[in-house]
């Protein structure tokens, strides 16, 4: 037998949906309503029938909401309510939730089906923080990659890549950098008296004088055995042999649990001559000016040790390009 009451027909196929349905008539008045709209906006069905749909916008959209209705029965047409901006339906209670409701065209009304975003929104949130745990994960673990598990300070790869960035800076800027290498004078010596781990602790109370008497700007890394480095970031040749001054006379005047400890000090500075990055390359000019650096600190060895040597005192054929 035919169904003789096609509203009946509809309700049920409304109830069966688990997201929430109301229709709207033209007056702006809900007609019916599914029991999946008891779950979200605390109503009943029967209690929503006859309500105006306005009861259900937030107060501070309530007056618009009739003319966006008219906008909507001139178009006839199925479409997002909302243009992709965030939309609010107030429940029984008088709170807020935010949801993405669907209007389609029925012939003298409107069906509307209204998606509850409380969970997904929880969902994207829950993604986002767990998207920046890994990224700040994956950058500890980058850190962790570029350190030295004796000293704390810098390891050889970060120095490598804190050169080549220092230097191409140096390049765009037109501003001088200078490199600091140092070793301990005689810290062999010390291993095999004491041990490695007396050998260890120096190095780390070394590593804590670099930093502590290092310019915030400075970059301290340990690049060999006991052979330490420190860039020096918009510093001459003047500013850059007295830096390493203070680190060498910092060191001799600590109080080591070992007797006393000194080091060797090799400088070079560079000074970009505005070629500009495009005509030089930054991999040669920073092992140009690493190798300068170490000649600096050869000399400073065989000159009787506990010194500060700058490349630009080396006299010609002692390693001294320039």
Same mark, same amino acid.
């Given at each position: 037998?035919?169904?003789?009451?096609?509203?009946?027909?509809?309700?049920?196929?409304?109830?069966?949906?688990?997201?929430?349905?109301?229709?709207?008539?033209?007056?702006?008045?809900?007609?019916?309503?599914?029991?999946?709209?008891?779950?979200?906006?605390? &109503? /009943?069905?029967?209690?929503?029938?006859?309500?105006?749909?306005?009861? +259900?916008?937030?107060?501070?959209? %309530?007056?618009?909401?009739?003319?966006?209705?008219? &906008?909507?029965?001139?178009?006839?047409?199925?479409?997002?309510?909302?243009?992709?901006?965030?939309?609010?339906?107030?429940?029984?209670?008088?709170?807020?939730?935010?949801?993405?409701?669907?209007?389609?065209?029925?012939?003298?009304?409107?069906?509307?089906?209204?998606?509850?975003?409380?969970?997904?929104?929880?969902?994207?949130?829950?993604?986002?923080?767990?998207?920046?745990?890994?990224?700040?994960?994956?950058?500890?673990?980058?850190?962790?990659? +570029?350190?030295?598990?004796? /000293?704390? =300070?810098?390891?050889?790869?970060?120095?490598?890549?804190?050169?080549?960035?220092?230097?191409?800076?140096?390049? %765009?800027?037109?501003?001088?950098?200078?490199?600091?290498?140092?070793?301990?004078?005689?810290?062999?010596?010390?291993? %095999?008296?004491?041990?490695?781990?007396?050998?260890?602790?120096?190095?780390?109370?070394? !590593?804590?004088?670099?930093? &502590?008497?290092?310019?915030?700007?400075?970059?301290?890394?340990?690049?060999?055995?006991?052979?330490? /480095?420190?860039?020096?970031?918009?510093?001459?040749?003047?500013?850059?042999?007295?830096?390493?001054?203070?680190?060498?006379?910092?060191? #001799?005047?600590?109080?080591?649990?070992?007797?006393?400890? /000194?080091?060797?000090?090799?400088?070079?500075?560079?000074?970009?001559?505005?070629?500009?990055?495009?005509?030089? !390359?930054?991999?040669?000019?920073?092992?140009?000016?690493?190798?300068?650096?170490? #000649?600096?600190?050869?000399?400073?060895?065989?000159?009787?040790?506990?010194?500060?040597?700058? =490349?630009?005192?080396?006299?010609?054929?002692?390693?001294?390009?320039?």
């Amino acid at each position: 037998m035919q169904d003789q009451n096609p509203d009946l027909s509809l309700q049920a196929i409304m109830d069966a949906s688990p997201t929430p349905l109301f229709e709207v008539d033209g007056e702006g008045h809900i007609r019916s309503a599914n029991r999946a709209c008891a779950t979200l906006l605390g &109503y /009943t069905p029967a209690e929503l029938v006859g309500r105006p749909v306005e009861e +259900l916008v937030p107060e501070e959209h %309530r007056m618009a909401h009739p003319r966006h209705r008219q &906008y909507f029965a001139a178009e006839g047409v199925a479409r997002p309510m909302g243009d992709g901006r965030p939309i609010h339906v107030l429940r029984v209670d008088n709170t807020q939730v935010e949801v993405q409701i669907t209007l389609s065209p029925l012939v003298s009304g409107v069906l509307a089906a209204v998606v509850d975003l409380t969970d997904r929104r929880k969902l994207e949130a829950d993604l986002r923080l767990r998207t920046h745990q890994m990224e700040l994960a994956q950058r500890q673990l980058s850190e962790v990659a +570029l350190i030295d598990p004796v /000293t704390g =300070a810098r390891n050889r790869a970060a120095f490598f890549e804190d050169l080549g960035a220092r230097l191409a800076l140096s390049l %765009r800027g037109g501003h001088p950098l200078s490199l600091v290498v140092l070793d301990v004078d005689g810290f062999g010596a010390v291993n %095999r008296a004491l041990g490695e781990g007396a050998g260890d602790e120096l190095l780390r109370r070394l !590593s804590a004088i670099l930093r &502590y008497t290092s310019r915030r700007s400075d970059l301290v890394a340990r690049v060999g055995a006991d052979m330490f /480095t420190v860039l020096l970031p918009e510093t001459d040749s003047k500013g850059s042999s007295f830096c390493a001054g203070r680190i060498r006379s910092a060191v #001799a005047d600590a109080v080591w649990p070992h007797g006393p400890v /000194t080091a060797s000090l090799g400088v070079d500075t560079f000074v970009p001559d505005g070629s500009g990055p495009q005509d030089q !390359s930054v991999d040669r000019l920073g092992r140009e000016l690493l190798d300068r650096a170490k #000649a600096a600190l050869h000399r400073a060895k065989d000159d009787g040790r506990d010194r500060v040597v700058h =490349a630009r005192d080396l006299q010609a054929g002692d390693g001294d390009p320039k």
